[in-house]
């Protein structure tokens, strides 16, 4: 069984590819170490400000979970790797062709084109998202744009059949993350990537058994897809707000809250 990774560069990335290889030894990783745009004026360096001084425990929660990936897992496991600066690459689709892969897993890359996806490895290619698709698409982190939007129930992760949409592949499996109201927001996200990266493993372990479930998305809901252009001061200011009232419901309810329906069960 052959098995390659394209994933991104972050701690957690790095933690996910050596779960995968001490269950099934990895053939390859590409991952994606991308340059980093900046564009400063007045307006964004004003909000660099105020999240510095009263939004800093969003940045701090996400460092603390990437942290903890990093003390684990410091580095890749052992077999071929190739940097590139963009999945998409000429190099990133020689690399994988030459390997011949069974089965092709994703996380935390840019938008795969189609070039890549011509690759058709005899099991397929998965994408790990941390969040629960239909209902919740996108980014720049679909955690924090429940705690923002209050949709608290949705928080969550999926595993799909990779398509050339923005987490809208058929469905493998689902799996919502509960909560016992008092997690920190470092907890919330080390929960969410910890159930993530659980179920990526037993969906991996499926998929090679044979069983390879696939749901339409739009069979179950339209859903909403967030972008990171929208993920601004506001959305931030609605997270902190909302955070107590998070945890005042799981506590009260004991981390079960309007259970939504989902394909797929516990893979």
Known sequence: MKIVMWIGNAPNQKALTNKVNNL?????IVYETRKVKKNINFKTLLEKVIEIFFLSSIKNAWIGMNNKCNFDYPGFPKCELLNVENINSNEAYDFTKKIDADLILVSGTRLIKEKLLKINPSIGILNLHTGLSPYIKGGPNCTNWCLSTKQFELIGNTVMWIDLGI??????TTERVKFTGEESLADIHIKVMDQ?????LRS???VIEGRRQS?????ISEGITYYTRD?????KILLVKNLKYFRKINHTNKGIINVVNLPGGKY
Request: proline residues 3%; without cysteine.
């Open 24 to 28: 099934f030894p990895l053939s390859g």
């Open 167 to 172: 987490d809208t592949g058929n469905i493998l």
């Open 196 to 200: 993530a990266h659980e179920l990526y």
């Open 204 to 206: 991996v372990t499926s």
């Open 215 to 219: 749901v339409k998305q739009k069979s």
């Open 231 to 235: 993920w601004g001061l506001r959305e």
